[in-house]
């Protein structure tokens, strides 16, 4: 991957398409957007007619500018783009600066950006998926969702690896 085009058709991979699984705390989704932020970014529409484009701009807006993305090697872009889109959000700076070695302060500034750039990066994504896996076992809803999660790690360990 070289590009947030390339992350985005990746992801997809991951996601597929519509799904409105009740026992998902992401409720109704398509292409992985959740309706709640497709509305907040102004899609008034079905969530099942949600178009791919949009869905791709909202990804580029809410999971990958937000971190910076552009900045990292493309496969360390890639699984924190993947990780974040996926519903980890809250523990991605604490994520992306333990798989560094950086300093954990939850502050994504010069040093960890230094951090993550500087860290070989099949270490870096072996570190993180260890921490998101760790954190997803601890999910209550772990028995629902736990196979698909982890097959989807192990996915990205793949397209790490390429």
Do not use: C
């Not at 890639?78 to 560094?100: E, R, S, V």
């Amino acid at each position: 991957m070289s590009s947030f085009d390339d992350a985005f058709d990746a992801l997809i991979g991951n996601e597929g398409g519509y799904s409105n699984n009740p026992k998902d705390p992401g409720a109704e989704t398509m292409w992985g957007i959740t309706a709640r932020v497709a509305r907040a970014s102004g899609y008034t529409g079905a969530m099942r007619d949600l178009p791919r484009d949009t869905a791709k701009q909202i990804a580029k807006h809410w999971y990958w500018d937000p971190l910076r993305l552009d900045m990292f090697d493309p496969r360390i872009a890639f699984q924190i783009f993947d990780t974040h889109y996926n519903g980890d959000g809250g523990h991605i700076t604490i994520w992306m600066q333990g798989a560094a070695g950086a300093m954990v302060d939850g502050i994504q500034g010069p040093k960890t950006i230094t951090a993550i750039q500087t860290t070989d990066p099949l270490r870096f994504i072996l570190r993180w998926n260890s921490l998101r896996q760790r954190y997803l076992t601890s999910l209550k809803n772990w028995s629902t969702f736990g196979k698909g999660w982890a097959n989807r790690i192990a996915n990205n360990l793949w397209k790490g690896a390429a």
